[in-house]
């Protein structure tokens, strides 16, 4: 009787869960000081979050349906969407406390949305998509991830200066704890490899490229680039929402 009694009390309590307001599981979880959100509507099962901060940047939609029966046990756990003039994606995640994990996601974000600095020839509106099949992060901890990141954007720069240029293609690895995408791409006028290191407050850069054209060397040291005979190497780090 008290096992029927209990099994009850649990499905009344995920019933009256379900029927919470989105907003009000927000608040329960931080609000917006934790969340930087200017405001929520909807419920649980179909709700939307306007202005929330991700990377120091607000992005003007997001849609969240919230599975109720992780929050028994203080977990978040939803299907997302990001709606965004320079920002789109889609998947699954799970928060709780400083852990969290992403699903199934995919975006296409622009460049200049995800910091990259200015340089000569190249064209920020160009687009850098991913997908995502696993990523686990604990605070500053990378557990695990698993995931491709691709962009034209090279292939563009080139364009512009009347050479074929390559497709850049990424890996998402947890390497010693830290999250990193190791990138490469190559064709038989440019060659580019580096890698991009991910924390809570930014991310650090490195790459070096390769190529015979003459032509580049003026915009290549406009750009920051250090030579060494066709190598040209270059550095940097950059803050979430400071390019």
């Known amino acids: 009787m008290l096992r029927y009694l209990l099994i009850g009390l649990a499905a009344v309590l995920v019933w009256l869960i379900a029927l919470m307001p ?9 609000g917006a000081s934790a969340f930087g959100y200017q405001d929520v509507y909807g ?8 202005g929330m901060r991700i990377a120091a940047m607000p992005v003007r939609e997001i849609e969240l349906a919230v599975n109720p029966l992780p929050l028994l046990v ?3 756990s939803a299907a997302w969407s ?3 003039s320079s920002v789109r994606g889609q998947g699954q995640m799970a928060m709780a406390g400083d852990w969290m994990e992403l699903r199934e996601t995919r975006f296409n974000a622009s460049l200049e949305r995800l910091g990259v600095p200015v340089f000569p020839g190249l064209d920020l509106d160009g687009q850098v998509s991913g997908n995502i099949s696993r990523l686990e992060l604990d605070g500053d901890t990378c557990r695990s991830a698993q995931g491709t990141v691709r ?21 998402l690895s947890c390497r010693e704890g830290r999250l990193v995408l ?6 038989d006028d440019l060659g580019l490899t580096g890698e991009i290191e991910f924390d809570r407050s930014g991310y650090q850069w490195s790459l070096e490229l390769q190529t015979s054209r003459a032509e580049l060397a003026d915009v290549l040291a406009l750009g920051g680039l250090e030579r060494d005979g066709d190598v040209w190497r270059r550095q940097g780090s950059v803050s979430y929402g400071q390019p």
């Not at 512009?160 to 497709?167: A, R």
């Not at 190791?182 to 064709?187: N, Q």
């Open 82 to 84: 990001v709606s965004d």
């Open 43 to 50: 419920s649980l099962w179909h709700g939307r979050v306007y």
């Open 74 to 76: 203080g977990r978040l």
């Open 22 to 30: 989105l907003k009000a599981v927000m608040i329960v979880a931080g």
């Open 151 to 171: 962009t034209a954007a090279l292939t563009q720069f080139a364009a512009t200066y009347g050479f074929q240029g390559p497709d850049l293609a990424g890996q």
């Open 182 to 187: 190791d990138f490469s791409g190559m064709s």
